[in-house]
């Protein structure tokens, strides 16, 4: 390995200028910005939104650096025509523009795909939305719920006696932006063979649908639909569910075959392997009832990591169910960095989204939250080429913000 190696990240050359809110969007240029893309946020003169949004650590938004952590901030107000003049130099020397306005809204703005591509062909557009660029619903509003309610997803998550849930997280926003980075990766490398660039449409109602894709294609099969378990019937498998320990819960995932003889092992039971209601998964689901009140006993004698670490010494898949303390002390947290501390300019240091993807020869980057217009004058200097006299005006004339 040269030093050179060592220092270059992945994406190190490619820009992104990215006009992204919330989630969907945002996450996707944090993950540019991670591979080593420089990303610039392009934010209105007080900041964008998310700045505000809880919760806090001494004054700084947890929810605005896991999204914006490593990114330049330019704070330009786009409602004025020289804001928009800086926009455009800036999309004639970029890479990926990235947007997640509702359909139509970028183009009433002057920056459609349209006009992009005649700035800049071998520009890539990412569009994130609700619903799509086009489609029956393109023109409603929506957040990463509707993802879930509309795929089917939460139709299928709780018990039968109860509402349909949601999960506690945007799921749907983050799968989206993985769909939204994968493309544009995608895009960039055939714009190596084409030389051409191209519009990308992600969303996070197809995003829903893909979630829940086996149940839906079975039912277009079979007519038959997939529903809730009951409370007394839990996932119907015994050795797939949560066991209630002395100090908490562990989960349990070994639902097939070869997972049910390690779990014989484990328990020191050799006779069920021979036992005739337990040969295989259906038999099992059917006498349920015995092996859950087994289950539930041996669980309930023990802690969740002498539990867990009794189980996993037989290869049984199963883990403890962490609160958010618990979760935030796991060695496996720190020791790969999957949250990594950086200093911060409003509290001090606080921990950002790190490492989440390994690299054998080239590094994540890893970077500090910016302060609004943080990197305005310079991005104005030396990527757009404006001289210091002209950026003065734009700041006195309230085109820019200089942080």
Same mark, same amino acid.
């Given at each position: 390995?040269?030093?050179? +190696? ?9 820009? $992104?200028?990215?006009?992204? #809110? *919330?989630?969907? %969007?945002?996450?996707?240029?944090? /993950? ?10 392009? @934010? ?64 009433? /703005? ?41 795929? %089917? ?7 039968? +006696? ?11 926003? #983050? ?7 994968? %493309? ?53 498998n015994p050795l797939g569910g949560m066991y209630e320990t002395t100090d908490g819960w562990v989960i349990l995932a ?17 006779e069920w392997l021979k036992d005739s209601r337990f040969s295989t998964r259906d038999a099992r689901s059917e006498n ?15 802690? /969740? ?19 958010? @303390? ?7 947290? =720190?020791? #790969?960095?999957?949250?990594? @501390? ?21 590094? $994540? ?9 943080? =990197? ?9 080429? *404006? ?17």
């Amino acid at each position: 390995m040269t030093n050179e +190696d060592h220092l270059n990240p992945p994406l190190k050359g490619i820009r $992104m200028l990215d006009l992204g #809110r *919330y989630q969907a %969007g945002p996450r996707c240029g944090l /993950m540019f910005s991670r591979m080593g893309a420089e990303v610039i946020k392009v @934010e209105a003169l007080n900041g964008d939104e998310s700045r505000a949004r809880g919760p806090t650590v001494r004054g700084q938004s947890a929810y605005w650096v896991q999204y914006n952590s490593g990114k330049k901030s330019l704070a330009v107000n786009l409602r004025t025509d020289k804001g928009k003049d800086i926009l455009t130099r800036l999309v004639k020397v970029s890479d990926v523009f990235l947007q997640n306005f509702r359909p139509g809204t970028i183009d009433v /703005m002057g920056f459609g795909y349209d006009v992009l591509r005649e700035l800049n062909p071998k520009i890539i557009m990412i569009n994130v939305s609700a619903y799509g660029q086009y489609g029956p619903y393109k023109d409603r509003v929506g957040f990463d719920p509707i993802g879930q309610a509309m795929g %089917g997803m939460m139709s299928l998550t709780g018990f039968a +006696d109860g509402p349909p849930i949601k999960t506690s997280f945007p799921l749907i926003d #983050r799968i989206t932006a993985l769909h939204a980075t994968i %493309g544009a990766l995608a895009a960039l490398r055939e714009r190596d063979i084409s030389g051409r660039g191209q519009a990308i449409d992600v969303c996070l109602a197809d995003t829903g649908f893909t979630v829940n894709e086996i149940p839906v294609s079975a039912y277009l099969g079979t007519g038959i639909a997939a529903k809730r378990a009951s409370r007394d019937s839990g996932l119907g498998n015994p050795l797939g569910g949560m066991y209630e320990t002395t100090d908490g819960w562990v989960i349990l995932a070994a639902g097939n075959d070869a997972m049910w003889i390690r779990m014989c092992q484990a328990l020191n039971k050799p006779e069920w392997l021979k036992d005739s209601r337990f040969s295989t998964r259906d038999a099992r689901s059917e006498n349920r009832s015995f092996l859950e009140q087994e289950l539930v006993a041996w669980f309930g004698n023990r802690d /969740m990591k002498e539990a867990v670490d009794y189980l996993s010494s037989f290869s049984v898949p199963c883990a403890p169910v962490n609160n958010v @303390e618990q979760a935030a002390q796991e060695p496996h947290l =720190h020791e #790969r960095e999957i949250l990594v @501390e950086v200093p911060d300019p409003v509290a001090g240091k606080i921990h950002v989204a790190g490492k989440m993807i390994k690299f054998s020869r080239t590094p $994540m980057v890893v970077g500090s939250a910016p302060t609004v217009g943080q =990197h305005t004058e310079e991005i104005l200097r030396d990527i757009a080429s *404006y001289s210091q006299d002209q950026i003065s005006a734009f700041q006195d004339e309230g085109v820019v913000g200089v942080g």
